[in-house]
């Protein structure tokens, strides 16, 4: 028999599961509106791996309630593989956001470089700022900001800092909550562990209490 404790355990962390699936689904598809700044942050690439984790994590989750509603351990260690794909999916997302931080100037430098005339404007409109690493570095003239070379140079104000600042925080905030769901995927993994360790108990005591009742046959 189950103890209370246990089912509550597995119940909590796949709760937790399905709020990480829908939660990274639901901003992976909202972030995809226009927004300059954010827009310039998450490239389509991040948000579609977004989407693709999320329909995992939400779609394990479903099915882990679908599985523990099977009789046997079978069910449950193949939730646990499952589990195992999760875990590899987190990490594998996770990691490429974090490398992609360690060089983010430059990184953003590239970005920055394949907007086009009339977005940079606008960034530099919003940034108060002209070109990314010197006046002359990807500037795009015309705006309110940043009209002409003479005024770009005299500003003095350059957007590598403050898009770096930006961008940042928000990467930083990804890919930590994202590395945070492994403890969900861990927590879930060693609960249904120990359903399979309790239901492999039972299947040997009917074996028992079966070969004892046979006996007095």
């Not at 103890?3 to 355990?9: G, H, P």
């Not at 997302?93 to 394949?114: C, D, K, M, P, S």
Request: glycine content about 6%; charged content about 15%; overall charge positive.
């Amino acid at each position: 028999m189950l103890s209370k404790r246990l089912i509550l355990a597995w119940a909590f962390f796949t709760l937790c599961l399905m709020a990480a699936g829908v939660v990274t689904l639901v901003l992976s598809i909202v972030w995809r509106q226009p927004n300059l700044l954010r827009n310039l942050t998450f490239s389509n690439f991040d948000l579609t791996a977004g989407t693709v984790l999320g329909i995992i994590l939400l779609g394990t989750s479903v099915l882990s309630i679908i599985l523990i509603i099977l009789r046997g351990k079978r069910p449950l260690v193949l939730l646990n593989w499952l589990l195992l794909l999760d875990g590899i999916a987190i990490l594998v997302i996770a990691t490429f956001i974090w490398i992609f931080t360690l060089h983010e100037r430059n990184n953003y430098h590239a970005v920055f470089g394949r907007q086009s005339n009339a977005t940079k404007i606008m960034i530099q409109d919003t940034l108060r700022c002209c070109g990314y690493f010197n006046a002359t570095d990807e500037v795009a003239f015309g705006g309110a900001f940043c009209p002409d070379q003479a005024t770009a140079i005299a500003v003095n104000s350059l957007c590598v800092t403050p898009i770096v600042q930006f961008a940042d925080k928000r990467l930083n905030n990804v890919f930590s909550t994202i590395y945070g769901f492994m403890a969900i995927v861990i927590g879930l993994f060693l609960s249904s562990m120990c359903i399979i360790k309790k239901r492999q108990e039972s299947e040997r005591f009917e074996k028992i209490d079966t070969k004892r009742a046979s006996r007095f046959v």
